[in-house]
T-cell receptor, first 116, second 111 residues
Framework: GEDVEQSLFLSVREGDSSVINCTYT??????LYWYKQEPGAGLQLLTY?????DMKQDQRLTVLLNKKDKHLSLRIADTQTGDSAIYFC????????????????FGTGTRLQVTL | ETGVTQTPRHLVMGMTNKKSLKCEQHLGHNAMYWYKQSAKKPLELMFVYNFKEQTENNSVPSRFSPECPNSSHLFLHLHTLQPEDSALYLCASSHEQGPLHFGNGTRLTVT
């Protein structure tokens, strides 16, 4: 089955850039997502990229996709203490049929710790 | 305000109790999902409903029983749970093939 892997932990200093990496196995992935989870909350959609793109930028967030290596990264510029959270990568495979709901495969999440 | 509301936020129940988790979405989506989040494990998809019809049951034990009366509401009925069922239960919704929008979850503790 599909598999999504992330490193478990990343520590950065406030003001530095953070880069969170993700690898996936499903070559039929159509969309790839980044979600953020703060303590006591659900998953918040941060950004996503379609598989025919290799980069997407949204304010402080930059997503890079290397489809050949099945590697996705999320770069957070000027990391702030409010960015401390768990970040989940997820991929959506091409649906078997139209009219079906999304099926996402999630990684285990990367805990980002921002230090002063 | 996430657009997806889950109640209760916290629930403690004994193994012989019966309880229900509720999820409501105000986003006009047609698909709704239940996920289980346990410590140090990937999110586990439990059930998927699309236009009120169940389209996925991911080998979930029968002590978990979902109900979707309409596209805006989703329930998870619980009975005779085990301590290993303690987890964060997350509800999500989406347009058919769109990104998932999650609620804040119900933290369930089974004693």
């Amino acid at each position: 089955g599909e598999d999504v892997e992330q490193s478990l932990f990343l520590s950065v200093r406030e003001g530095d850039s953070s880069v969170i990496n993700c690898t996936y196995t499903d070559s039929s992935s159509t969309y790839l997502y980044w979600y953020k989870q703060e303590p006591g909350a659900g998953l918040q959609l941060l950004t996503y990229i379609f598989s025919n793109m290799d980069m997407k930028q949204d304010q402080r967030l930059t997503v890079l996709l290397n489809k050949k290596d099945k590697h996705l990264s999320l770069r957070i510029a000027d990391t702030q203490t409010g960015d401390s959270a768990i970040y989940f990568c997820a991929e959506r495979s091409s649906p078997a049929n139209t009219g079906t709901a999304s099926k996402l495969t999630f990684g285990t999440g990367t805990r980002l710790q921002v230090t002063l | 305000e996430t657009g997806v509301t889950q109640t209760p936020r916290h629930l403690v129940m004994g193994m012989t109790n019966k309880k229900s988790l509720k999820c409501e979405q105000h986003l006009g989506h047609n698909a709704m999902y239940w996920y289980k989040q346990s410590a140090k494990k990937p999110l586990e998809l439990m059930f998927v409903y699309n236009f009120k019809e169940q389209t996925e049951n991911n080998s979930v034990p029968s002590r978990f029983s979902p109900e979707c009366p309409n596209s805006s509401h989703l329930f998870l009925h619980l009975h005779t749970l085990q301590p290993e069922d303690s987890a964060l239960y997350l509800c999500a919704s989406s347009h058919e093939q769109g990104p998932l929008h999650f609620g804040n979850g119900t933290r369930l503790t089974v004693t």
